[in-house]
């Protein structure tokens, strides 16, 4: 809904598709001159490889993120079920 209210300065509507998941990652501040933050992981790998299938507007989450909201108290997110999805170097996805 928040991003919906945006309009790009042409005019067209401005459409966000995110990827996530859940799981471990490690991060580590990376550089000599420019540093930055980066982080590491099989589940960010999930996450963008989530954010390439997902259909522009939707966010794209993986079952074990799906079952984690779920399973909170706190779950005021209405979840659909989508086709799964074929992710190089992890097979059929869900």
């Known amino acids: 809904r928040v991003v919906s209210a945006f ?4 005019g067209n509507k401005v459409l966000l598709r995110a990827g996530i998941d859940a799981g ?3 991060g580590a501040v990376v550089g000599k001159v420019r540093r930055f933050y980066c982080l590491y992981g099989d589940t960010l790998n999930t996450a963008s490889r989530c954010c390439s ?6 966010i794209w989450c993986t079952e074990r993120y ?18 799964s999805q074929n992710f190089k170097g992890k097979g059929l996805t869900r």
């Open 7 to 10: 309009n790009n300065p042409m």
């Open 24 to 26: 471990p990652c490690a």
């Open 53 to 58: 299938a997902a259909t522009p507007g939707y």
């Open 66 to 83: 799906a079952n984690l909201l779920r399973s909170s108290n706190r779950n005021p997110i209405d979840l659909s079920e989508q086709e």
